[in-house]
């Protein structure tokens, strides 16, 4: 799937011409020509302006509709593949991880969720409590971070890793290290969208 094929999925945007419309009127505010009666000259420009736009606009929206970890999630997120989720115990790259075996169609939000509300013995956990000092009522989420939020979750060849965002401390997080969000252009439709996360394999 292409990026801009992706992209206008996530959004449920049926065409590209609708995502078009959409994007200059409630997204990319300050645009007084709508695209129609740009000149070719004016096209020109404003798609090349995409590039540099694109990054911050698609960081915002997912930090927007990212979920608390602590909350059952409205979203759901479909695995396209069957394969493992990994989860880290906290934001540190070195701190471990614990993997789950997940099946094609199985909602990777709810299961994340479920991972991290489950109670946890402090004294054998072996990590960091950013939430409370409770020695008998605790659960894995509390030691990932202050407010720990899912932004998304990507596919690195069969394994499915989350892409946290941690709005107390304002920090993209994913294991092993951070994330970010990137342009990439699509020849077809003459546009910048936001590039694929997904990997065929990290090495």
């Not at 915002?60 to 479909?78: C, N, T």
């Not at 941690?166 to 092993?176: A, D, M």
Request: hydrophobic residues 35%.
């Amino acid at each position: 799937m292409t990026a801009a094929a992706k992209h206008l999925a996530a959004l449920g945007i049926p065409s590209f011409e609708s995502y078009r419309a959409h994007f200059m009127t409630h997204v990319d505010e300050g645009i007084d020509t709508p695209w129609e009666d740009m000149t070719d000259d004016q096209r020109t420009k404003y798609v090349a302006s995409l590039r540099s736009k694109i990054p911050g606009i698609e960081t915002g929206r997912l930090r927007q509709m990212s979920w608390d970890v602590s909350r059952r999630p409205f979203q759901r997120f479909k695995a396209p593949i069957a394969g493992t989720l990994i989860l880290p115990k906290t934001m540190l790259p070195d701190s471990g991880y614990e993997c789950v075996q997940v099946k094609a169609g199985q909602d990777l939000f709810n299961t994340v969720f479920s991972h991290y509300d489950a109670r946890v013995d402090p004294a054998t956990y072996g990590q960091v409590n950013y939430v409370t000092n409770d020695e008998f009522l605790t659960k894995k989420r509390e030691y990932l971070g202050p407010r720990p939020h899912v932004a998304g979750i990507v596919l690195w060849d069969k394994e499915y890793h989350v892409e946290w965002w941690e709005p107390f401390l304002e920090k993209q997080w994913s294991l092993p290290g951070s994330w970010e969000v990137t342009a990439e252009y699509d020849k077809k439709h003459d546009w910048w969208f936001p590039a694929s996360r997904d990997r065929q394999s990290r090495r």
